[in-house]
């Protein structure tokens, strides 16, 4: 039995984020859910140990934030239970945010079951937005994630879970949760310390067509899967914890297989115990003990055992648990190995779930801003950003230092530091009014790095020792301190706060590795030998210590390079920062000449090397797999676009504009546009999104297929820019045309299929789409689904139109079958609701009115929630017509009323960033203004035409339809 989902083939998709995924094994997901480089090469190590233990080490740099993730995967002789030991490192400057989630496939039939321990009385959806109770699940605290649970439905059981979902587990005082297969008798365990691995989590495909397009999609023969998560400082997706610059955290995780056991009532690393009618103890390591039963104030059973590893040992069946009742297992010495107790755990503790943050217009305090502004920015939300808020705190009190120094740092990890400096300096201000020392260095190390990147060096000295008064800081400034103290040749006091530095903070990894190459420096080889033997020890992939090596002595360059199996030049640029800070220009040469003899240097650190070493970079250099992001690299560009190099010109704005200096990055690729492809459309995304120039960006998209025929990414942004500027669909479908034999994306099909749909071709759509097999994309289904239900809605409607309601019948019914090719299939049944509705009236038309209610029923019944609006904001006017077509209108009116006060309110609400959020890669953004406009006259429009006031309806729709000539729901209500 694999108690983890074995996949025989490797079939990669989409999932969550940017980034390939595969199901089977287990995934370690950081710094977000999914990790983006799961499907990336890692670096790793094997280690033995000297009991005859090994330890598999995979590292990488993480392409994300350039934090530093490890796990090792530790296996003993003798246990049939694994490890993942893991250490975290900030290897950056600044902070960031980050959640760990080990995610495990497991074999998933009607007969799984999960278990999560005894005291979880009910669980959480994502973004705890939805709860219900656990294992019974009902819809008595709400409907959980559109789901409508006919009764009490027990959810721990595989097979009563429909739709696709997520099932977060509340707190618990327990370690372990795992999956147990009743049919096979097998299952799995894991453990973690509950104080810092608080996650427990079960997600499934479950058994709907959307499930099944999955299975297809993942494997060909190894059947459905579900996911067993495990959560370390999160409880939920988001939930993020702080990493701090220079912080290194280290934790555990553990799993292993369970036999015929059943379901464990207590499990820890030691083993598992099942009490639920006869007792019965499973261990992970063949042990002589003692088994304890207690009750009554009296000892009701004790023996002694030897208990094989994964052998279930069963006591007499005449011994039985109770409430109240305890077990031990104890080793020989006495040691207590297991423990539990029967306890009756509180069942009416059920939590109210996460509400939408205040706009920040009503918000009335600066410190329920910042806080928002913290949340945004912790919670990485894609919408909006933390400056929005720590601004509008500063409009309410301008000497609010929180917001002053969040805004600075915001600032600087953008690169303005002019505007940095002068945040953070106003806060110094405020906050040494009465006082000279601050609470706590975070402000003083902000500004030790803003004064570094405007390359005044003592200033930034004198603030990182300062922020070193603060111990909270110690670790990462005085590392920073010594960067500059070896600046300065004074290589002594280096070592001295470098030391300082591990003091505080033993597992920093950049201090460590400095510290090998400073004691060198200093002249003391034995101490640097030590230290880097020490470091090797602890980390056999720290990078920037095995660089130390090559340069002292310990490590060969052939050995240094080829254990880099991530991306060789940007680990070595992350390596490269940390040597130019502390001016080591000729060890920054030597490792870039050594990274020439294994790969082509990117260009960023071709035009770094000729910073150093003289000479021009190589333009005929790529980017890489990322493009530039690094204070280092936007310097360097700096230098050669200012010395007319157009690849720097082109590198430098991409830098500028992914950090928000649009104006700056639009200077540099205008002057390309007309000869580098690139340029010209990267001129068009900025025309669109932050311009305000998109009669421009049509010109400038044809501008560079021009320069780049029959490219995919130019066809697909082209025809999705033309819909969205309104172009007519005709046109749309005569572009794609024309590049006919270029094609072979799934998006782009796409768009072919919404443009023949707005031209009135719905059976050419359809054609389309049943032509071809989509691959899905998890959030991204609906989007094939879409198509495919609206070709089918808008013949409806017509058919309706033409008074056919027969035939109009079948294409909503139609409607709602998606063929297994698509890939589709519908997370929420909410989205059904139009296409019932008006089979519902046409078959009310026909005379079958009982199958008519059917439906009517079906939509009244679903209730409005977050979860309903984000499906299908426009429920309640669907709801409505049902009322009134049952006979109740006075029902529909009343909730019409209130939509049109709550939609009104809804549209002149301002938005603090974007006013929504897509699960696709476009680049081509509109303004929070346009789409709240696009949205909220649509639900108007839609409610007048309710009321039948036809005039308000009419310039309601035509007002949707100009913010988003785009949208399909907007072009079916204008036709019909």
């Known amino acids: 039995y694999d108690f983890f989902y ?18 089977g094994g287990l995934e370690f997901n950081w710094p977000f859910h999914h990790r983006a480089s799961s499907f990336m090469p890692t670096d790793y190590e094997i280690e033995k140990l000297p009991w005859g233990g090994v330890v598999v080490w995979v590292s990488e740099h993480d392409p994300t934030d350039r934090m530093k993730g490890m796990v090792g995967i530790v296996l003993n002789p003798g246990e049939s239970i694994f490890e993942t030991r893991v250490k975290l490192s900030n290897i950056t400057p600044l902070r960031h945010s980050f959640l760990w989630w080990e995610n ?11 278990f999560f321990p005894h005291d979880v009385s009910h669980v959480f959806f994502h973004y705890k937005r939805s709860v219900t109770t656990y294992p019974v699940a009902t819809n008595a605290a709400g409907i959980f994630n559109g789901i409508r649970y006919d009764g009490a439905v027990d959810i721990s059981k595989h097979k009563n879970t429909i739709q696709p979902t997520s099932y977060f587990s509340a707190a618990s005082q327990y370690d372990f949760f795992g999956g147990y297969d009743t049919g096979r008798k097998c299952g799995v365990v894991h453990i973690g310390d509950h104080h810092v691995s608080p996650g427990k989590k079960m997600f499934t495909w479950a058994y709907n067509q959307l499930s099944q397009s999955w299975e297809n999609a993942l494997t060909d023969t190894d059947g ?59 261990l992970n390591k063949t042990r002589n003990v003692k088994i304890t039963v207690k009750g009554d104030n009296q000892i009701l059973y004790s023996g002694k055992a030897t208990v094989k590893a994964r052998e279930e040992y069963m006591l007499p069946a005449d011994v039985r648990m109770k409430l109240g009742y305890s077990i031990d297992v104890t080793a020989n010495d006495g040691t207590v190995l297991m423990s539990y107790t029967v306890k009756k755990h509180d069942t009416f503790n059920i939590p109210h779930t996460t509400q939408d943050m205040p706009n920040i217009k009503k918000v009335e305090s600066p410190h329920l801003l910042y806080l928002e502004g913290l949340h945004v920015d912790q ?3 894609p919408a909006t950003k933390g400056e929005s808020y720590y601004k509008e705190a500063l409009e309410r009190d301008p000497n609010f230092a929180p917001a002053l120094i969040a805004l600075g740092e915001a600032k600087l990890r953008n690169a303005f530091y002019s505007e940095a400096l002068e945040y953070l300096l106003r806060a110094e201000k405020v906050l ?81 590795a400095l510290m090998i190459y400073a004691s060198y420096l200093q002249g003391d080889k034995k101490a640097s030998e030590r230290q880097y033997l020490s470091v090797e020890a602890n980390d056999k992939l720290n990078h920037l210590a095995r660089y130390f090596g090559v340069l002292t002595g310990k490590v060969s360059a052939r050995d240094f390079m080829e254990k880099i199996r991530t991306d060789k030049n940007q680990v070595c640029l992350d390596l490269i920062e940390t040597l130019l800070v502390a001016d080591l220009q000729k060890e920054a040469v030597s490792l870039i000449e050594m990274l020439q003899t294994h790969e082509p240097l990117i260009f960023s650190l071709s035009a770094i090397y000729a910073d150093i070493k003289g000479g021009s970079p190589n333009d005929s250099a790529t980017e890489g797999i990322a493009f530039p992001s690094r204070r280092i690299e936007m310097n360097s560009l700096s230098h050669w676009a200012k010395q007319g190099s157009r690849k720097a010109q082109l590198l430098l704005g991409c830098a500028l504009y992914a950090k928000g200096h649009y104006e700056k990055a639009v200077a540099l690729w205008e002057g390309l546009s007309s000869t580098d492809y690139r ?110 239900m609206f070709a089918y809605f808008l013949k409806g409607r017509r058919l309706m139109k033409e008074n056919k309601m027969q035939e109009a019948t079948d294409c909503f019914k139609a409607a709602q079958t998606l063929p297994q090719n698509l890939g589709a299939g519908l997370w929420n049944i909410v989205r059904l609701v139009p296409f019932k509705y008006y089979e519902a009236v046409c078959l009310k038309s026909l005379g079958q009115e009982d199958k008519a209610n059917e439906n009517f029923d079906f939509i009244t019944g679903i209730e409005v929630d977050y979860f309903s609006n984000m499906n299908l904001p426009e429920l309640p006017f669907y709801q409505a017509l049902c009322y009134r077509e049952t006979g109740m209108p006075f029902k529909g009116d009343m909730l019409i009323n209130y939509k049109l006060q709550d939609w009104k309110e809804g549209m002149k609400t301002i938005d603090a960033g974007y006013f929504a959020t897509t699960p696709f890669f476009i680049s081509f953004c509109d303004r929070a203004v346009q789409q709240r406009s696009a949205y909220y006259s649509y639900l108007l429009a839609l409610a007048y035409r309710y009321t039948g006031d036809t005039k308000l309806a009419q310039k309601y729709i035509e007002q949707a339809a100009v913010s988003d000539p785009y949208a399909l729901n907007i072009f079916a209500e204008r036709q019909f």
């Open 6 to 23: 074995k996949n025989h083939v490797i079939k990669p998709a989409l999932i969550g984020a940017l980034g390939s995924w595969i199901s």
């Open 224 to 282: 459905a899967y579900c996911e067993l998560m495990a959560g370390s400082y999160s409880d939920n997706q988001p939930d993020f914890t702080w990493l701090e610059p220079m912080e290194t955290k280290t934790f555990s995780q553990y799993w292993f297989p369970i036999g015929e056991i059943g379901v464990p009532d207590f499990a820890n690393t030691t083993g598992a115990i099942y009490v639920k009618d006869t007792i019965k103890v499973q």
């Open 432 to 512: 040494t009014r009465f006082n000279t020392r601050l609470e706590n260095g975070k402000l003083y190390y902000l500004l030790g790095h803003v004064y570094l990147a405007l390359d005044e060096q003592e200033k930034s000295y004198d603030y990182f020792r300062k922020a070193a008064w603060s111990s909270a800081y110690v670790s990462s400034a005085m590392t920073y301190a010594a960067m500059l103290d070896i600046r300065k040749l004074e290589y002594d006091k280096a070592v001295q706060h470098l030391a300082t530095a591990i003091t505080y903070h033993k597992d920093n990894a950049v201090a460590n």
């Open 379 to 381: 919670y990485r939300d």
């Open 679 to 788: 340029a010209a459309r990267n001129l068009a995304v900025a025309y669109y999104s932050h311009m305000d120039r998109k009669n421009e960006v049509l010109p400038l998209l044809k501008q560079a297929l021009s320069l780049k025929p029959n490219d995919e990414q130019l066809i697909f942004e082209t025809v999705y820019v033309m819909g969205k500027l309104g172009v007519a669909p005709i046109e749309r479908i005569s572009f794609l045309n024309n590049h006919k034999s270029a094609i072979s994306r799934d998006d782009i099909m796409l768009e072919w299929a919404r443009a023949y749909n707005m031209a009135g071709q719905e059976d050419k759509a359809i054609e389309l789409l049943r032509g071809r097999n989509f691959v899905p994309a998890e959030g991204g289904e609906h989007a094939v689904a879409e198509q495919y």
């Open 104 to 114: 495990v496939a497991v074999p998933s039939n009607k007969n799984y079951e999960i």
